[in-house]
C-alpha cells in the first residue's frame, strides 16, 4: 500500500495544536463534576432535617427511572446498588453519568432522523419472499431486522478482508474513482500515515467536485486529532463534523453515548464496514500490542443502501440541514446469491436492542457450531446463559478474545467470564500474536454478522453501532475459512489450568466484575 508518511499533511502536524489540550479540559471537566459531588453531599450534611425528604423523593424517583428503562438487568442491578448505598452521591452520580448522555434535543433529532430515512427504507416484497422461501430456519431473524425498519436485500457482491491492510488498500483504490460522493463515518480518526494517505484522495476528490463528508466521533478522536482539524477540512471543501462534543459543558461530560460506527460509502454503490477505525495500528504501520488483526467487508449493489442512510442518519443529528437522500441512491444493479441486512442500534433504541437481540438469536437457534470474535467480553449473566445452553446442547461454540489487551481491566473483567463459559463446554481462545479487534458472529454456515459491535455493556446499550447481518452468501464460507485459521495461531484456555489460576487474580477479576457495566 501506497502511504505517503511525507506528505503535506504531515508536514502541516507539527504546527498545530495537539487534542491532548481538549482532553485535559475534559479531565477538568471531571473534577469539576467530582466537586459538584462533594458539594452537595456537604450540604446534605449541613442540612439534613430539611433536605432528608426532598432527597427520599430524588433517590425513589431515580429508582423508579432505572427499573423502569433499563431492560437489561445486570445494568440496572449495578446503579441500584450504588444508590442503596451511597443514597446521596449514587443519585448525584447516575444522573451526571448513569443516563441518557444526550440532550433531549439531540435524541429526539436522532429520532426524527430514523423515522424520516424509514420512508426510504422499503422492503421489496419479491426478495423477502424469495429470502423466505430460501432460508425459511432463518425466517425469524430475517422479520424481526425487516420489523425493526431494516430490510433485507439481495443484488449484492460482498468481500471479505482477514487484514485492516487489505481493507484499506481496496478503499483508498474505490475513493480514486469516486465520481460523485465520499462519505467517511468512523469512531476513530487518527493522524498518520493512513490517514495521510485517505486525506490525500479526498482533498483531490473535493477539487474535482466530488461531494466529501466526514463524521467522527469527538471522544474517539479526542487525543488523536488536533483542534483546528475540522477547521482545515472545512477549507479543503471538506464537509467535517464532530458527533456529540465531549464537554460541552461541567454538567453533561458525555464519555458515554458515543457514535462507534463505521462506514464508508463510494458514490452510494460501494460500501464498507466492519471493526477498523482510521490508524496507523488497524493496518500494522505501528505495532504496540503486537499485530492488530481485525477485519471489515465490502458490499456493492443494493446493500450498501442501508449503510448509507445509516450515515445519513447520524450526520443529520449534527447538521442544521435535512440531507436529500435521492441523492445518495444506489445506482447499479449486481448479479448474486445470498441476502444482506445492515442495521444499525443505539441509546435511543432503549431498552429496545437489535444489535444484542441479532446476537441473541444466532446463538440460539445456531445447531452445530457458533463462532464468535470480540475484543471486550463484558456481558450479562442472560447472554451467559444463552452461550452456555447452546454449548451444552452440543453446538461447537468458540469464542475468540485477545491475549494481548488494550484496556487491562476490561481485559480483566472478559478473563472473568471464562470459567463457567468453559465449565459449559464453550471453547475459549486468546489471540497471541497481537490485538484482536474483529467483531464476527458466525453460525452453521449460511449466517453472521460483521460490524462494529462489541460483546459488552456499551456496545448493546450505551453506544451506535451498525452491522450487516448476512445469509447464504458464498462470503460466508471465506469468514468460517479465516476463523479456523484463527484458531490455529490463537492460544485455546484449559478449564482446569483456568480454576487454578492465582487467587490474587481471581480477586481482582471478581471485584472488577461489579463495575462491569461501566466497562
Known amino acids: 500500500m501506497n502511504y505517503i508518511s511525507g506528505s503535506e499533511t504531515a508536514k502541516k502536524r507539527n504546527k498545530r495544536t495537539p487534542g491532548t489540550v481538549r482532553f485535559v479540559m475534559v479531565f477538568i471537566a471531571l473534577f469539576a463534576q467530582l466537586l459538584m459531588l462533594a458539594y452537595f453531599v456537604d450540604l446534605l450534611r449541613q442540612n439534613t432535617v430539611y433536605l432528608y425528604f426532598l432527597l427520599e423523593i430524588v433517590d425513589a424517583s431515580v429508582l423508579t427511572v432505572i427499573i423502569v428503562k433499563n431492560r437489561n438487568s445486570s445494568y440496572a442491578i449495578f446503579w441500584l446498588i450504588i444508590i442503596l448505598v451511597l443514597p446521596v452521591f449514587g443519585c448525584l452520580l447516575f444522573l451526571l453519568w448513569g443516563t441518557t448522555g444526550l ?66 488498500e481496496k478503499l483508498i483504490e474505490d475513493m480514486e474513482k469516486a465520481q460523485k460522493f465520499i462519505f467517511l463515518e468512523y469512531f476513530i480518526i487518527a493522524e498518520g500515515q493512513l490517514w495521510d494517505r485517505i486525506h490525500d484522495v479526498l482533498r483531490q476528490k473535493a477539487q474535482q467536485g466530488v461531494e466529501v463528508r466526514v463524521l467522527l466521533d469527538d471522544f474517539g478522536s479526542i487525543t488523536k486529532l488536533s483542534d483546528t ?31 462507534h460506527q463505521k462506514i464508508t460509502v463510494i458514490d452510494g454503490n460501494i460500501g464498507y464496514t466492519g471493526g477498523t477505525n482510521i490508524a496507523d495500528e488497524y493496518v500494522n504501520l505501528t505495532h504496540r500490542l503486537g499485530h492488530w488483526r481485525d477485519t471489515a467487508i465490502r458490499l456493492e449493489g443494493e446493500a450498501v443502501w442501508g449503510l448509507t442512510v445509516t450515515f445519513l442518519q447520524m450526520w443529520d443529528s449534527e447538521s ?29 433504541n432503549n431498552p429496545n436492542n437489535p444489535a444484542q437481540e441479532i446476537y441473541i438469536q444466532i446463538i440460539s437457534r445456531a445447531q452445530q457450531y457458533v463462532y464468535i470474535t470480540t475484543p471486550y467480553l463484558v456481558i450479562d449473566n442472560s447472554m451467559k446463559d444463552i452461550l452456555c445452553m447452546a454449548a451444552k446442547g452440543g453446538r461447537d461454540v468458540r469464542i475468540v478474545t485477545p491475549k494481548i489487551w488494550d484496556h487491562w481491566y476490561v481485559h480483566m473483567v472478559t478473563q472473568s467470564n471464562y470459567k463457567d463459559l468453559l465449565a459449559a463446554g464453550v471453547r475459549i481462545y486468546e489471540y497471541t500474536p497481537g490485538f484482536l479487534h474483529s467483531k464476527i458472529i458466525l453460525s452453521d454456515d449460511d449466517n453472521g454478522v460483521i460490524g462494529s459491535i462489541n460483546m459488552d455493556y456499551r456496545s448493546f446499550f450505551l453506544h451506535f453501532e451498525n452491522g450487516v447481518w448476512i445469509c447464504g452468501a458464498p462470503v460466508l464460507q471465506d469468514m468460517k475459512t479465516d476463523m479456523i485459521d484463527l484458531f490455529a495461531i490463537s492460544e485455546e484456555i484449559n478449564l482446569e489450568e483456568w480454576t487454578n489460576r492465582p487467587q490474587s487474580k481471581k480477586i481482582v477479576q471478581n471485584f472488577l466484575r461489579i463495575f462491569a457495566p461501566l466497562f
Open 103 to 168: 440532550s433531549h434535543r439531540k435524541s429526539r433529532k436522532i429520532r426524527e432522523n430514523i423515522a424520516y430515512s424509514q420512508t426510504f427504507l422499503k422492503q421489496d416484497p419479491l426478495i423477502s419472499s424469495e429470502f423466505l422461501h430460501k432460508h425459511p430456519s432463518r425466517q425469524r431473524l430475517g422479520t424481526y431486522l425487516r420489523n425493526e425498519g431494516f430490510p433485507i436485500y439481495k443484488h449484492t457482491q460482498c468481500s471479505y478482508y482477514p487484514l485492516g491492510e487489505l481493507q484499506f
Open 320 to 348: 442544521s440541514i435535512q440531507s436529500d437522500y435521492q441523492r445518495y441512491m444506489p445506482t447499479i444493479h449486481v448479479d448474486s446469491t445470498g441476502f444482506y441486512q445492515p442495521f444499525a442500534d443505539g441509546p435511543v
Open 229 to 259: 482539524f475540522v477547521r482545515e477540512l472545512r477549507s479543503e471543501d471538506i464537509q467535517a463534523v464532530r458527533f456529540n462534543p465531549v464537554h460541552t459543558n461541567i454538567f453533561r461530560l458525555l464519555i458515554n453515548y458515543r457514535n
